[in-house]
């Protein structure tokens, strides 16, 4: 079997079980952020230095999977998904994020001098960090566009996860810095 299945060649691609839609489809396009924020994670994962970054990436990583198969799924069709992919994006997984905000901040994470500038710190790693967090902006706004049409995602917990997960992507980045300004490069 080879990754070229030639099926896109037309400019289509698919969605779960083998709904046709365009390739500039709303919901392909908020996968394709999602996808993005997850090759982003991957550069923080391979140069984070803190216990933070290093523990959670990985994990987030995994839910973004979830998620990316909760936008995949067609409107309709949230039951069917459900059946075979008990792994949902819910208040459990963003009240994780919600501690882990908690966390960081009282391990120091907001104590910096006038504005946060990515890379301005010298850490490869806490710059990867801010550019997830703005990948992971564009997928929040890229869900948010598909609200109030036929193709609204069901899940609510979708936006708030990713809302909060920017928030914690910020604040790694600060822990990432701090680790380069006490000497742990």
Known sequence: M???TRRGDTGETDLLFG??????????DAIG???ELN??????????????ALHE????QKTLIALMG????PPGQEARYAETHPQRIDAATVQHLDELVRELEKAGALQFKGWALPGEAGSLSGAHCDVARTVCRRAERAVVSLN????AVPNEEIVRYLNRLSDVLWLMARMEEKQV?????
């Open 70 to 73: 909760e936008l995949a799924t």
């Open 33 to 35: 952020c999602v996808d």
């Open 39 to 52: 090759a982003a994670l991957g550069v923080v994962r391979l140069t984070a230095t803190g216990e933070a």
């Open 19 to 28: 709904c046709r839609v365009q390739k500039d489809y709303p919901r392909i």
């Open 148 to 151: 109030g049409s036929p193709e």
């Open 57 to 60: 990436v990985p994990l987030m």
């Open 2 to 4: 080879s990754i070229t």
């Open 181 to 185: 300004s006490q000497g742990a490069r």
